[in-house]
C-alpha cells in the first residue's frame, strides 16, 4: 500500500513530440504529489507539485493531470526538447504513512532525440 | 540557492572496510535524509533526522548506521562494507515546519565495494 508505480522504466521521443509518464499509488492518505527531475550526474531536484484537490497544474512547458477516483496521476511534456533528456521520478506523501517522507517511483528515463 | 555537499563524488572500498558517506547543507534545514539510488529500484530511504541527534529508521536500514551531531552535517556510516552496497548514495535536506517542504539532494556518491 505504500508502493508509488511508474511507467514507463524508459520512454524515448521525438522533439516536440508530448512524452508522457504515469503513476499510481493504493494509499488514500497520501495528499501531496510532486514530479523531481535528475540529469546525469546531478541530484534529483523538484519540478512540479500537486495536491489532489486540483485535477491538473501546469508549469510552463510540464502538466501533472490528477485522477483522485482512479489514483493515478501523470506527468506531460508539451513541446519537449533534447535539454529535457533525464530522468523523472514521481512521488508521494502524507501523513497516513512513512512518518509524512516521500515515496519515490521507480524512474522514468526520458530521451528526446533531435 | 540551497547547497548540499556530499564529500566525495566516486569512493571505492573494499569488502569489510568501515565506511564514512558525508553530506553538508548550508540552508540550516532540520530535516536530512540519505537515500540510494539503483538502476530499476528509484530512491530508496536508508535513515533520515529530524533534528540534531536525532535519527529515524527509513526503508532499507539494515547495514548502515548515521550521525548527526551538528545541524548541518549528516554521515552515513557502512560499519562493514559489502558487494551489495555498492551504490549511488544521494544526501537530501529540508526545511522543517512546512508542509512538505521540497527535497534538496546533493550530487550524490557512487560507491563501489570490491
Known amino acids: 500500500q505504500q508502493q508509488v508505480k511508474q511507467s514507463p522504466q524508459s520512454l524515448i521521443v521525438q522533439k516536440g513530440g508530448i512524452p508522457i509518464i504515469n503513476c499510481a499509488y493504493e494509499?488514500?492518505?497520501?495528499?501531496?504529489f510532486p514530479w523531481y527531475q535528475q540529469f546525469p550526474g546531478k541530484g534529483p531536484a523538484l519540478l512540479i507539485a500537486?495536491?489532489?484537490?486540483?485535477s491538473e497544474k501546469k508549469e510552463g512547458r510540464f502538466t501533472i493531470s490528477f485522477n483522485k477516483s482512479a489514483k493515478q496521476f501523470s506527468l506531460h511534456i508539451m513541446d519537449s526538447q533534447p535539454g529535457d533528456s533525464a530522468t523523472y521520478f514521481c512521488?508521494?506523501?502524507?501523513?497516513?504513512?512513512?512518518?509524512?517522507?516521500?515515496?519515490f517511483g521507480k524512474g522514468t528515463k526520458l530521451s528526446v532525440k533531435p | 540557492d540551497v547547497k548540499v555537499t556530499q564529500s566525495s563524488r566516486y569512493l571505492v572500498k573494499r569488502t569489510g572496510e568501515k565506511v564514512f558517506l558525508e553530506c553538508v547543507q548550508d540552508?540550516?534545514?532540520?530535516?536530512m535524509f540519505w537515500y540510494r539510488q539503483d538502476p530499476g529500484l528509484g530512491l530508496r530511504l536508508i535513515y533520515f533526522?529530524?533534528?540534531?541527534?536525532?535519527?529515524e529508521k527509513g526503508d532499507i536500514p539494515e547495514g548502515y548506521s548515521v550521525s548527526r551531531e551538528k545541524k548541518e552535517r549528516f554521515s552515513l556510516i557502512l560499519e562493514s562494507a559489502s558487494t551489495n552496497q555498492t551504490s549511488m548514495y544521494l544526501c537530501?535536506?529540508?526545511?522543517?515546519?512546512?508542509?512538505?517542504?521540497?527535497?534538496?539532494f546533493g550530487n550524490g556518491t557512487r560507491l563501489t565495494v570490491t
Open positions: 533526522s529530524y533534528d540534531v541527534k536525532m535519527k
Open positions: 540552508m540550516d534545514h532540520e530535516n
Open positions: 500537486i495536491r489532489p484537490d486540483v
Open positions: 537530501a535536506s529540508r526545511m522543517a515546519g512546512q508542509q512538505n517542504s521540497p527535497l534538496h
Open positions: 494509499n488514500t492518505a497520501f495528499d501531496y
Open positions: 512521488a508521494a506523501a502524507g501523513y497516513g504513512g512513512s512518518q509524512g517522507n516521500l515515496i
